[in-house]
Structures are given as structure tokens and as C-alpha cells.
T-cell receptor, first 110, second 117 residues
Framework: KQEVTQIPAALSVPEGENLVLNCSFT??????LQWFRQDPGKGLTSLLL?????REQTSGRLNASLDKSSGRSTLYIAASQPGDSATYLC?????????FGTGTQLKVEL | EPEVTQTPSHQVTQMGQEVILRCVPI?????FYWYRQILGQKVEFLVS????????KSEIFDDQFSVERPDGSNFTLKIRSTKLEDSAMYFC???????????????FGDGTRLSIL
């Protein structure tokens, strides 16, 4: 059974700092990995999708990497802003479903 | 940008009653999903649906639950005989425009908050 873990559970940083969120998964037989953002009481916004054959994807200030063999992914956020404050979720796709981690709650302070 | 829409945003129901949660997936998507998130817990997979049939379901998705695509645009989740522990945020998602489903992101709606009293 796939298990997805995210560390840290919570993170507070000053504005402008670069930061890394970590995700690990137990079963490397995945189709892809997605990073999502969730604002309080809201739905999930897809940030990046990395296919299993890829090593990284970039979108603006976000860069996600994938090491499928070791079961790890990182989300790098450059020059963080208060608007980046949210919970970031990692999810791996296997079969016809996503398995989610518990998320990292990020707060970017002025 | 196309989006997944869910109604209602909040549903309050007495225990034992039936509820139907509604979703309109993105119009050219072929794969549909329901997930739920109990307050403070992980997002959990319930069911996936393709070509008018369930393609995968979790242990949570027992006989109490059913899904339907009654027409070309709606996708519904029915919960019979609701229990207190069914209280959660329910998310609908859709993906895929063809054989490359596995390389396309799932797009989520804003969810329906279900409160069972």
C-alpha cells in the first residue's frame, strides 16, 4: 500500500527566503507526482505535475524534482511571498487514483 | 480557464438521510474522481470513474456510496443512510483527454462541506 509522507509538517519563514518542501513515497511504481496548494477551506490547486520519466518541472518561482528510485520529491519555492502562505500537498498517482501526503503548512511572514 | 464546479458548497443533513453531491467536470475530460478530507486529516481517494463505470474504488467506498453520470455534464456522489463519520469535505476531480491520462493533472473543484448532525 502506497504511503506518502511530507516534512516538515509546518514551516514559517520570512518573506524573500528560498525554501524546500519534502515528500517521500514508499512504492516507486507511480505514473506521476503532483504538487498541490490548498488554501483554508478551499479546494486543491494543481501546481506542478512530474511524469515518472522526468526529473524536474518548473513553473515560475516553483521547481519540483523527482527521484523515483529513492521515492522522493522536493518542491523548491524561490523568493517566497506572503501570498505563498498555504498548505502544500504532494500526491502520487498509481492505478486510477492519487495518494496524498498530510501536507506542509507554510506561513510566509512580512 | 475551465474548472471543475461542485454544488452545494455546504450541505447539512440529519444522520440517516441520503445526500447527493454534484459535480460538473471540465467538459472534455474523460476521467472523474471523488475524494474526501476529514477535518485535519489527509485527502483520501474514494472512487474513479471512466467510460460510465467505476475503474477503481477504495475500502471507504462501500455499499453506502454510489456514483453516477446521469448526463453528459454532471457527475454525482450519493451517500445513503449518512453517519456522523461521513462529515467531511468532498472533492470532485477530473482529468484526461485521451490515452495520455496518466500524464495529465487531476483538476479539483472547491469541494462540498458535508455536515451530518
Amino acid at each position: 500500500k502506497q504511503e506518502v509522507t511530507q516534512i516538515p509538517a509546518a514551516l514559517s519563514v520570512p518573506e524573500g527566503e528560498n525554501l524546500v518542501l519534502n515528500c517521500s513515497f514508499t512504492d516507486s511504481a507511480i505514473y506521476n507526482l503532483q504538487w498541490f496548494r490548498q488554501d483554508p477551506g478551499k479546494g486543491l490547486t494543481s501546481l506542478l505535475l512530474i511524469q515518472s520519466s522526468q526529473r524536474e518541472q518548473t513553473s515560475g518561482r516553483l521547481n519540483a524534482s523527482l527521484d523515483k528510485s529513492s521515492g522522493r520529491s522536493t518542491l523548491y519555492i524561490a523568493a517566497s511571498q506572503p501570498g505563498d502562505s498555504a498548505t502544500y500537498l504532494c500526491a502520487v498517482e498509481g492505478g486510477n487514483k492519487l495518494t496524498f501526503g498530510t501536507g506542509t503548512q507554510l506561513k510566509v511572514e512580512l | 480557464e475551465p474548472e471543475v464546479t461542485q454544488t452545494p458548497s455546504h450541505q447539512v443533513t440529519q444522520m440517516g438521510q441520503e445526500v447527493i453531491l454534484r459535480c460538473v467536470p471540465i467538459s472534455n475530460h474523460l476521467y472523474f474522481y471523488w475524494y474526501r478530507q476529514i477535518l485535519g486529516q489527509k485527502v483520501e481517494f474514494l472512487v474513479s470513474f471512466y467510460n460510465n463505470e467505476i475503474s477503481e474504488k477504495s475500502e471507504i467506498f462501500d455499499d453506502q456510496f454510489s456514483v453516477e453520470r446521469p448526463d453528459g455534464s454532471n457527475f454525482t456522489l450519493k451517500i445513503r443512510s449518512t453517519k456522523l463519520e461521513d462529515s467531511a469535505m468532498y472533492f470532485c476531480a477530473s482529468s484526461g483527454q485521451g490515452s495520455l491520462r496518466s500524464n495529465q493533472p487531476q483538476h479539483f473543484g472547491d469541494g462540498t462541506r458535508l455536515s451530518i448532525l
